[in-house]
């Protein structure tokens, strides 16, 4: 089973601040692999779909997942899918099931209405400025929080994916010398050329 407690100083560095979305993502990860019966991803064992947008509240939850689970950009088993909202759909691509796990609103509106939010956030003060005294006690609401009181949690189901299409095909871009992957290449003329050359 694994535990997201172990994983709060770690997820803290790599995140770089105190907050409460953060957590809530290492315990959200956790819940769905505990939950599939899955481990830490390696390589690409397991896809995470996670239903965040871009430059809205609470978007630091990403972290946490990736932390927890193993899901990472470079290795292109995490994705959004820019629904604006904090669910996770967790794949294991070996056996095609999937477990859907989302913070409950009434968690989340919690977290809002505290002395984090009101004074410091919405007031455009960074995470990382917060004072440790204000935070810390949210952090550990969050990481210590009944599982109930947390999140909703999915039977597991049947999921298909489609078959991946990675590519090690690439050539240099003939005007700026960058390496490029070939299904983004252009050709000018008789160029091959990258994208931002292509439209210079």
């Known amino acids: 089973m694994t535990n997201p407690q172990e994983w709060l100083e770690f997820g803290q560095k790599f995140h770089g601040h105190k907050c409460p979305a953060m957590p809530m993502g290492l315990r959200v990860g956790a819940t769905a692999m505990n939950k599939l019966g899955v481990e830490r991803a390696k390589d690409g064992q397991i896809l995470a779909l996670v239903d965040l947008g871009d430059n809205h509240c609470a978007t630091c939850y990403a972290d946490g997942l990736q932390v927890i689970m193993g899901t990472t950009f ?116 008789s160029k091959k050329l990258c994208i931002d050359c292509a439209n210079k």
Not at 120 to 130: C, L
Not at 138 to 151: D, F, H, R, S, Y
Not at 158 to 171: I, Q, V
């Open 74 to 189: 470079g290795k292109g088993n995490i994705k959004k899918t820019h629904k604006g909202k904090w669910a996770l759909t967790l794949v294991d691509k070996a056996s095609g099931k999937a477990v859907r796990v989302t913070p409950k609103a009434e968690a989340m509106l919690a977290n809002k209405k505290t002395e984090f939010f009101s004074e410091y956030r919405e007031k455009g003060i960074p995470a990382s400025k917060v004072p440790d005294e204000v935070v810390e006690p949210l952090v550990q609401k969050v990481i210590g929080a009944p599982e109930e009181m947390l999140m909703n949690i999915s039977e597991v189901f049947d999921y298909k994916l489609e078959p991946p299409k990675d590519s090690f095909a690439s050539f240099v871009c003939e005007d700026c010398g960058e390496m490029t992957v070939e299904e983004y290449g252009r050709v000018k003329g």
